[in-house]
C-alpha cells in the first residue's frame, strides 16, 4: 500500500489565488520530507527539504515566500504556491525517507498536478 | 554532490533483458548507488540500490562494477509496464535527511 499520500492529485487554480499542497507519511514519522517540481519532458527539480518543526531549507533560486512550507507534524507537510502564475504549473512531488533505514530509501507521493490559468 | 551519467534513452524488446548503464566516476566511498523509475505522471518509485556488492530483489538486479565507478541496472524480462524514466542516484549513507539529487534519467521504450 502507498506509503505516501499527496492530495490533491490535480488542481486548476486562476492566477493571483494561492494552493496548498498536502503530503502525509501513512507508515511512519518523518521528520524531514523533500517536495520536487518537475516540468514536462523533464527530471525533478529538489524545491526544499521541509524539517519537522524548524524552517525549511530551500534550494538556491527556489523563493521561500513564494513557496511556503510547513512541516507541524511528524506526518503531514504542506506545501502552499502563493499567488500563483501559469508559469508555476508544473508537477509538484514530495518525497519521505524512514529515518529508521540508514541506507535512506525514499517514499514518493503521488504527485499533485497544478494548472494555473 | 557526486553526478551520474546516463544515456538519455533505450529500446527494448518485450521479455527481453535489459541493462541500464550508469557511470559515476566521483563517486565517494560513503555514496549509495539508488535506482528509482518513474512511470507517467506518477511520483518516483524504488527499485534496488546498493554499496559494493551486487544486489538482486523481485524487481530487477544492481550490478556495480569493483571500482564503484560504473553500475548497471538489469530488468530480466521487460514487460510493456516497465516503460518509464529510470533514474541512477548517488546518497550518502546514514541520511535520511540527506536530499536526493536527481539527473536526467534514461527513457526506456518497450516495444511489443
Known amino acids: 500500500g502507498a506509503v505516501v499520500s499527496q492530495h490533491p492529485s490535480w488542481v486548476i487554480c486562476k492566477s493571483g489565488t494561492s494552493v496548498k499542497i498536502e503530503c502525509r507519511s501513512l507508515?511512519?514519522?518523518?521528520?524531514?520530507m523533500f517536495w520536487y517540481r518537475q516540468f514536462p519532458k523533464q527530471s525533478l527539480m529538489l524545491m526544499a527539504t521541509s524539517n519537522e518543526g524548524s524552517k525549511a531549507t530551500y534550494e538556491q533560486g527556489v523563493e521561500k515566500d513564494k513557496f511556503l512550507i510547513n512541516h507541524a507534524s511528524l506526518t503531514l507537510s504542506t506545501l502552499t504556491v502563493t499567488s500563483a502564475h501559469p508559469e508555476d504549473s508544473s508537477f509538484y512531488i514530495c518525497s519521505v525517507a524512514d529515518r529508521g533505514l540508514a541506507t535512506g530509501e525514499l517514499f514518493f507521493g503521488e504527485g499533485s498536478r497544478l494548472t494555473v490559468l | 554532490d557526486a553526478k551520474t551519467t546516463q544515456p538519455n534513452s533505450m529500446e527494448s524488446n518485450e521479455e527481453e533483458p535489459v541493462h541500464l548503464p550508469c557511470n559515476h566516476s566521483?563517486?565517494?566511498?560513503?555514496?549509495?548507488i539508488h535506482w528509482y523509475r518513474q512511470l507517467p505522471s506518477q511520483g518516483p518509485e524504488y527499485v534496488i540500490h546498493?554499496?559494493?556488492s551486487n544486489v538482486n530483489n523481485r524487481m530487477a538486479s544492481l550490478a556495480i562494477a569493483e571500482d564503484r565507478k560504473s553500475s548497471t541496472l538489469i530488468l530480466h524480462r521487460a514487460t510493456l509496464r516497465d516503460a518509464a524514466v529510470y533514474y541512477c542516484?548517488?546518497?550518502?549513507?546514514?541520511?535520511?535527511?540527506?536530499?536526493?539529487?536527481f539527473g536526467t534519467g534514461t527513457l526506456l521504450a518497450v516495444q511489443p
Open positions: 546498493g554499496l559494493t
Open positions: 507508515d511512519f514519522q518523518a521528520t524531514t
Open positions: 566521483t563517486i565517494s566511498g560513503t555514496d549509495y
Open positions: 542516484i548517488l546518497r550518502a549513507a546514514g541520511g535520511a535527511t540527506n536530499k536526493l539529487i
